[in-house]
């Protein structure tokens, strides 16, 4: 930013990291590429193995040391500032600032200040220093076939003392490059340096239109506008380009294409924020690799892993996923061609399970380890079993199904629409029979060899309340699953009731991934548990967690975003669970975004039908709102203001005619038809709510003044009624676990028996 310009929204991002914070900074290229560090010094038990360059699965180099007039600088004393796009550690009078460019492996690093001399040593002990050519360095990388070139910036000289190497202070830094040769990737340095300027401004630019067009929010909270910017671009950093386009699952690890973490994120990733483009390459791409050889279990499969080096077909969920989501992407984009194009791959889908995996009941049968739950020890037995007949499996099926009669109705396929349509409805019947009981307040988690209901209370079932229709049961359940699952900072995989229950991810007790399922919390499932309580009329209860997660983006762990895993609990002498599983996950950031879009904005489009429904469920802390949301090719924009007598929702359609169904409780639904131009002024009081319909003169054509519903009223109170006082998770007392008495070796003797849980 220049003296005196006005700051950027990106520049109005920036975070300061305090030494005793020590937080993750990571930043992708778009492509295959990251840059891992931590703001002062690498030490992380699990991630510092990755720090420095990453590209394609492979460890390039593991960071740097910067020197000035032959003195190390040491980050522990810096001061640090961390922006979308870079990263700067203040060093007394020196500067040092850390880019990575879009879609290219290059690296800027530059420091201003020194009198004579700088200087840079890359660090991996697999490093290996090939030669020094005129002013460039070269390097075999770590891992893989790669070679890395250092050169200074502006051209200037560069020498070699004692490991380290040295330019003098005009250059004002060095670029570090990857590429598999040396000739490409001196090319890139010398590109780079010739178009440094462009290339800095277009990787900001894409930012700043990425907030300004794709996930535009504004408000006199601050903190919510502040955390919802960070989390939409540090999602987006996972957006890339590594095999097509594709979302990675997470960082450091999981720099791949997962097919279940896809689809989990597609719609917090990419649909919320009008990526619709990509979405759909999204979708065709893991159409290729589907799974077409009839003989095979697997026919109909996406694959689970889509890596460089490997595809897996080893899971149950990824499939329906992919399925659902291309109906959401219909839903939101209208591109109704797509469905002609992969209506064969819906049609395999389903078929190969019904050829391999459908019982006599329509439940989808799988694999022990073939839901998300998937962890296993050496001998490939399951940490937490899933038998073969999951809840979230069947509720997953279910919906594959009924998406599969949406995309045979507009194929003029009636006779599999009806097929479908009659399986899905059985499958309906014998999920509520045989997953619910009088003595449990909440679904089984999965039906055993003997068609009994196994009750371990899990989140799994947040997904199957869509198989019934009784609200009762559902707000009951809801509330057991809340007070016994939901912490402050997320939901807990397995009950703290259970002799299971494993309290901490990582502990000398026992294995890691004994805990992963079994207790641990996953950040991703916030959404779905914030989702129940807001359509139980609480979205007081679920922004509560939800404004928790938005404080974690902004003040613990990774630099704006959300970690995969927590602790269950503190550690001792601790108020918040500690982060841990990968800094940065996929489906953390997509679903506190899908939700936040989905259900407390609550805009939902169906543009196959020309319809969106506007469901907002807007918690009291926030009394101001402008939005914009991507629907079809147009967009609803949005404003949003509350006081203690009333609230107004205006909202205005650009480019899109369509049907608007409103939906704001106690208020019966009701439906405008919106010509692009349009606005929709809607004002809330607790005894009336007045609608005006203006074309694009501003000329009001409709106008409706509505009663609360009695029958909404007595539904709400009565889920009021049955969720009053709700409240979170809180630990026990150690000593109430089984599983922390014990040493590593009865770990193993107790997880080898599974059926004693």
Known sequence: MTSGAKPSILDKMTMTVERKDNRAVSFTNKEAAYYFTQSHVTDHPEHAYFEGLNVAKNRLFGGYTLYADHQELDNQQAAVKVSPYSMIRTHGSLTEELWLFDYRNVLEVSLSGAGKDIGIALKGKELEVLKLSGNTAYFKAMEGEWIIALRPRNARPLSLQSKVFHTDAEAGGFYISAARTEAEAAALIQDTDANVNRLKTERTKRMEDFLQQNAYISSSNEQLTLALRWLSLTMDQLVTRQQGEGIYAGLPWFNEYWGRDQFIALPGAVLVSGQFETAKNILLSFAEYQNTDETSKYYGRVPNILAPENIDYHTTDGTPRFIIQLQDYVKYSGDTEIIKQLYPAVLSSIEGSLKHWVDAKGYLTHDDNETWMDARDADLNSYSPRETRANDIQALWYHQLRAGVYFAEYMGDQKNAERWRSLADRLKRNFERDFRDSAHPYLADRLNAADEPEFSLRPNQLFAFDMFEDRDYTDAAVRTAWEELVYPWGVASLDRQHPFFHPFHLTEQYHKDEAYHNGTVWTWLNGIAMQRMIEAGQEETAYKLFHNMNWQALHLGVVGGLSENLDAYPHEGENWAKLTGAYLQAWSNAEQLRVWYQYFLGIRPDMIHHTVLLAPRIPQEITDLHYHVKVGEGMIEADYSANSAEQRYFYRFKGIKLT???????????????????????????????????????????????QPSAARKEQQMHSDQLLAGVHFAEPLALDNHPVMQRTRTTAVEFKEQPDTL
Do not use: C
């Open 660 to 706: 608007t169904e409103i939906d704001i409780a106690p208020f019966d639904k009701l439906e405008f038809e919106a010509e692009s131009g349009a606005e929709l002024r809607i004002i809330r009081t607790e005894q009336k709510l007045v609608m005006e319909l203006l074309n694009g003169h501003g000329e009001i054509i409709r106008k409706l003044t509505e």
